[in-house]
């Protein structure tokens, strides 16, 4: 958060003047410099701050004071039991950030929603989509879920949770992992400052996305609203109103506001998911009666 903070107030410092013109100041690449203000990631050195600050003729003050308490906490390091590897780091700031939002709402596309996983289903879902070669990265991702998952029950964040229709039908570990997975589900729609909208099969998106997440915040002094995009990639991508890449957070947006328009409302979204449950049930009941006709005979 104090990365997202601090690379908001680097862009309004910098107004109407161009990386480019930055970069050739200070000695940064461009790309350094659109990832400090972007927040991407946290800082290596928080003197970088003071050589943009140089640049852009901030004076010593209250002002260039603020922004250096604030490069020197974008600086420190990961607190113990956090990982980066596997999309970890990208989930752990999201998570950092989701203590401090007022509103999350988050889209997903090819499962239920991490911050909703059981843990069985959860050990599925990472079996199911960590590559081979980076089986040893599988516990990270499992520990950077459940600490998104508790961040959301203990923050207290007002969260609506949109899931594609065709996520409930997907089988992750096996019909009881799912099922299992399914009625925990129903339960988060009585629960407390948790929405669950289920996103019918006909409704096409016009951005491909595995996860899409938007946070809001009331803080007066930080950044007005984010969103965290998953593609299926490795790392996550954040993007926010006014970047460089203002148009891409505006498509995403719009994304967003399609399906929050069109989601199924509570009651509808219930019945699809008991829909489900009964789907998996049969298949279920199916299989166990497969397995005892082709069971050894006498």
């Known amino acids: 958060m104090p990365a997202a903070r601090l690379g908001r107030k680097l862009r309004l410092l910098r107004g109407g003047l161009t ?3 930055l970069s050739t100041r200070t000695h940064f690449s461009v790309s350094k410099l659109s990832r400090m203000e972007n927040g991407q990631r946290r ?10 600050l140089d640049a852009l003729g901030t004076k010593r003050g209250p002002e260039r004071a ?20 596997a999309g970890a780091g990208a989930q752990q700031r999201l998570s950092g950030m989701v203590w401090q939002a007022s509103l999350l709402i988050a889209v997903d596309v090819h499962v239920v929603s991490g911050a909703l996983q059981t843990d069985a289903y959860m050990a599925a879902v990472t079996e199911a989509t960590v590559l081979r070669s980076r089986r040893h990265e599988a516990p990270a ?7 998104r ?23 992750m570990g096996s019909p009881a992992t799912t099922i299992g997975q399914l009625e925990k589900l129903l339960e988060y729609t009585e629960t407390p400052n948790i929405g669950v909208r289920i996103i019918p099969v006909d409704l096409p998106l016009a951005l491909q996305v595995t996860n899409l997440t938007l946070l809001q915040f009331d803080a007066p002094d ?8 998953e593609n299926g990639e490795r790392e996550g991508h954040y993007y926010y109103p006014g970047a460089e890449d203002a148009a891409t957070f505006e ?25 489900a449950i009964a789907w998996h049930r049969d298949r279920q009941q199916d299989g166990q009666q497969d397995r005892r006709q082709d069971g050894p005979t006498g």
């Not at 290596?44 to 050589?51: C, I, K, M, S």
């Not at 229709?165 to 997907?170: C, I, K, N």
């Open 66 to 85: 603020a922004l250096m308490e604030l490069a020197a906490a974008a600086s420190e390091k990961n607190p113990p039991g956090f990982h980066r590897d």
């Open 43 to 52: 800082l290596n050195d928080p003197r970088d701050v003071a050589v943009i």
């Open 222 to 229: 930080g950044i007005p609203e984010l969103i965290y995009v």
């Open 141 to 147: 991702a499992v520990e950077a879920r459940k600490v």
């Open 251 to 275: 498509d995403y947006k719009e994304v967003l506001n399609t399906v929050v328009a069109r989601a199924a409302l509570r009651e509808p979204s219930r019945q699809l998911i008991r829909d």
């Open 19 to 21: 990386l480019k013109w």
């Open 149 to 171: 998952r508790r961040v959301v029950r203990e923050s207290g964040v007002r969260s609506v949770f949109c899931i594609h229709q065709s996520a409930l039908y997907r089988v």
